[in-house]
């Protein structure tokens, strides 16, 4: 916990939460009549709107980006690395919005709250939703919140292709898209990865298709599963070799199935914590989420006619090591941007870290990103 709240910190936050009673059509073919929609806002929200800016969140993100809920926190948001007075996202200039998405476990309506139509949880039957529908639901809160336009629409990985979706869905309504660590689809690898997840937690005897609160139980070693596959896939084997190697817990071979090495008790501490803290109906409809991604399939295939009607500017972070979404993946939004003839700045990040490298405090990337966003503030936030 922090002794004290750091002078580049946003200081003790709240969440907020704003009910939406108006029907929103999902591309399931579904209807949500009603929704709660819980964020948070760092910073101030100038006279004119100008200065907003939306923080969309990745697979297990939410609403606490940055800042401390209370002075008794462990640790801050999950992206204080970026948020907050003379960081990368300035909070001096501009008015920072963080939703938990529609169908999170973090209070917005989703798995585990109440469907209003049988008083009881929503739990599997709760629709699936899409990019799409988010960039929906977000554009309601922002219409809430008073805000005709974003100065920016910004988020890494899952959290990047809502920020292109907004740009493509939404032109008049984003003057700058920032996507990191991001894709126009996923590919059949990342797919079968979110498959071999599902299938772990859908395994789980405690799952009961999905019905686990009603009986008293969590399919913890299934999403355990799940969450340490993903884990794997987030971190490149350069940073896993370099923060465990072959480090032994007891310092010499046991000849057992128990956990030995330094990287199983790690693993096995972030599947912990995770089944703890996240819902596991929640994690089979953001992995859906993921898969479904690809807003080029309306246009025929063809990425230049997708990004052709984007009116915002945009930058495109990648980091060498990030083999879940690599950088070539990157350049195909940017050259499908290029060829389109949209303002498109591209940065290739050098970093060991792997996909997670987009939340870590990394001295190039920050400065590019706090480059970029001081641009916006310049010529756009009065």
Not at 68 to 75: G, L, S, V, W
Not at 102 to 123: A, D, Q, R
Not at 300 to 309: G, S, Y
Request: glycine share 8%; net charge negative; charged share 20%.
């Amino acid at each position: 916990m922090p002794e004290s709240i750091p002078a580049d910190s946003v200081g003790l936050v709240k969440p907020s939460t704003i009910h939406i009673d108006t029907p929103l059509q999902l591309d399931c073919g579904k209807t949500l009549p009603s929704y709660d929609l819980v964020y948070e806002t760092y910073g101030s929200l100038n006279e004119n709107g100008s200065n907003a800016v939306l923080i969309c969140h990745a697979l297990s993100g939410d609403h606490h980006a940055a800042g401390f809920h209370t002075m008794e926190d462990r640790k801050p948001g999950w992206w204080d690395t970026a948020i907050g007075p003379g960081k990368a996202i300035d909070t001096n200039h501009f008015y920072v919005v963080c939703l938990n998405n529609l169908g999170g476990c973090k209070g917005s309506t989703g798995p585990n709250t109440i469907n209003p139509e049988t008083g009881e949880l929503y739990g599997p039957d709760f629709p699936i939703v899409t990019v799409p529908d988010w960039v929906r639901s977000q554009a309601m809160l922002a219409d809430r919140l008073g805000i005709q336009q974003w100065a920016a629409v910004i988020g890494g990985s899952l959290g990047g292709m809502q920020a292109l979706q907004w740009s493509i869905s939404l032109p008049e309504r984003v003057r700058h898209a920032i996507v990191i660590a991001a894709a126009p689809k996923l590919s059949a690898q990342n797919i079968a990865f979110n498959e071999v997840a599902r299938t772990a937690i859908k395994s789980d005897p405690d799952f009961h298709d999905g019905y686990y609160i009603k009986h008293n139980t969590l399919p913890r070693q299934g999403l355990g599963l799940a969450r340490m596959l993903g884990h794997i896939t987030y971190l490149s084997d350069e940073a896993m070799g370099e923060k465990f190697g072959r480090e032994l817990r007891n310092g010499a071979i046991q000849y057992g199935y128990d956990v030995e090495f330094q990287i199983e008790s790690y693993l096995r501490y972030q599947s912990t914590s995770f089944v703890e803290r996240f819902d596991a109906n929640t994690y089979l409809l953001m992995t859906k989420a993921l898969d479904y991604f690809d807003p080029a399939q309306a246009f025929n295939d063809d990425l230049v006619a997708t990004v052709a009607n984007i009116q915002a500017k945009s930058l495109i972070i990648s980091f060498t090591s990030d083999w879940r979404f690599s950088p070539e993946r990157s350049k195909e939004i940017v050259n499908a941007m290029l060829a389109a003839g949209k303002s498109v700045c591209y940065a290739e990040i050098e970093a060991h870290q792997g996909h997670d490298a987009f939340l870590m405090p990394i001295p190039r990337y920050l400065e590019i990103f706090g480059t970029y966003m001081q641009q916006i503030a310049a010529e756009g936030v009065k």
